[in-house]
């Protein structure tokens, strides 16, 4: 029995994490500002799989002091939310007085102090039993009474003495991942700016929010409210650079010879097409890394193993499409004539395409053809070229390689 060291599912440990230096810093920067009652907020945007979530991790533990952040230990007291679709005010609301509760309220005085400051929580709670719905309580006062009390446990938590907790803070750090899935109810860029504000006017800016999603987050918050997005520091993940793919591999083996007790080694051959697979894509590596090892010796990762670990049956690059492409080629898209377009394109993997070529291969009308890459373009399926007219590309090549594949296996 061998354990695969890979993991594609879930996001990386520090122990791993590669690169992003940049951001990295930019959030460091804002945690001190933080510390020092100077805060203000990140937005990280980037697509599946790109990293936010093991990056927002990495920051954790650097807030929390686990790690340390320019020689020094920072000591912030973390919330984490995800957002869902069934997300409400209140849920949010409640989810931050949970996690202040479970680190704040250890022994019988703090419980009781903590108890006394978000004591209408209970109140609601009580009422909500009653009439069922979050619309039945105003929103409004909802949020006047927790940004109050946010605000005091703030302060007293910053304050040199803890002010009746144990311990004293730098300040809170609240990170919000998956903010895609906010729904206009949430109204989530109103509620973070609203918040923001009210506290700065009770004079703590010790507060950082974290907010993380897919790129369109922004529109979202910018639905919200129009100015909420000036109240973060905006990062966007892009592809990681192939030093950061060879690290990556090279602590994954590392971490196999801990789970097996026994080296794994990758041929010089087989790394480099693993990092040529993994196009910059985090998830990627591990998902081509994955397959490839399972079907290696354990020992040593041949450039056989990446080869039909990726291309084979049940193998990575099915696994890959089924995550992040299948939904753009079979839901987001219902017309024949739009995925033959697709299907073109791909021959010729993630390389700018021009119109003229793709006619020249299409079986149908001009005015069909038209309406397919329009179709494709405003859904963010293919790129078009800036400052060049009807030039076109997919994504990236494992899309390409991902349709041509599912095409020939629809061909049998
Ligand atoms: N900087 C990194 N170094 C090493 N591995 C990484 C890095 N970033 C991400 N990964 C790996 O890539 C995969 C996806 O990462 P993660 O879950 O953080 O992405 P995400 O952007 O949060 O995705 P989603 O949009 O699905 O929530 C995981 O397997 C994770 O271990
Ligand atoms: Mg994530």
Same mark, same amino acid.
């Given at each position: 029995m061998k354990i695969n060291p890979?993991? &594609?599912?879930s996001p990386t440990g520090p122990g791993m994490f590669a690169g992003r230096i940049k951001e990295i810093e930019s959030i460091e920067q804002i945690l001190l500002q933080t510390r020092a009652n100077k805060g203000h907020g990140f937005l990280l945007l980037g697509q599946r799989g790109i990293g936010k979530t093991s990056l927002l991790n990495l920051v954790k533990y650097q807030a929390e002091g686990s790690i340390k952040t320019k020689d020094e230990t920072l000591n912030f007291l973390v919330i984490e939310i995800d957002i869902t679709k069934d997300t409400t005010l209140y849920t949010i609301i409640k989810k931050i007085e949970l996690a202040l509760r479970r680190k704040l309220a250890k022994s019988e005085p703090t419980r009781k102090l903590f108890s006394d400051i978000w004591n209408f929580l209970g109140k609601i709670e009580v009422a909500g039993a009653k009439?069922? %719905? @979050? /619309? +039945?309580? +105003?929103k409004e006062l909802l949020f006047e009474e927790f940004s109050y009390s946010l605000a005091d446990t703030l302060k007293r938590i910053t304050a040199k003495n803890g002010e009746n907790f144990e311990s004293t803070h730098d300040g809170i750090l609240l990170m919000v991942d @998956? $903010? +895609? #899935?906010? %729904?206009? +109810?949430?109204d989530l860029g109103t509620f973070l700016k609203l918040l923001v504000e009210r506290l700065q006017k009770e004079g703590t800016q010790q507060l950082m929010i974290g907010v993380s999603g897919l790129p369109k987050t922004k529109e979202i918050l910018i639905e919200s409210? &129009? $100015? $909420? =997005? /000036? =109240?973060f520091e905006e990062l966007n993940l892009d592809r990681l650079n192939d030093e950061d793919i060879k690290y990556v591999i090279k602590r994954v083996l590392d971490h196999s010879q801990e789970l097996n007790k026994k080296r794994t080694e990758i041929e010089p051959k087989a790394e480099n097409n693993l990092v040529r697979l993994s196009e910059g894509f985090p998830h990627f590596i591990h998902q081509y890394g994955y397959c490839a090892f399972d079907l290696s010796d354990g020992l040593v990762i041949t450039d056989d193993n990446i080869q039909k670990g990726a291309f *084979?049956? #049940? *193998?990575a690059i099915e696994k890959i499409g089924d995550k992040y492409y299948r939904d753009d080629f079979y839901n987001k898209i219902k017309v024949d004539s739009y995925r033959q377009v697709l299907i073109i394109m791909a021959t010729k993997l993630d390389d700018w395409v021009t119109k003229k070529y793709i006619k020249s291969k299409f079986k149908g009308q001009p005015a069909t053809l038209d309406n397919a890459i329009n179709a494709l373009r405003t859904r963010g399926i293919i790129l078009s070229k800036e400052g060049t007219k009807g030039t076109y590309r997919l994504q990236d090549k494992g899309f390409a390689w991902w349709i041509t594949m599912n095409q020939k296996k629809e061909e049998k």
């Open positions: 890979f993991n &594609p599912n009439v069922n %719905t @979050e /619309r +039945d309580f +105003d @998956e $903010s +895609d #899935n906010a %729904t206009k +109810d949430l409210h &129009p $100015s $909420s =997005i /000036r =109240i *084979g049956n #049940n *193998g």
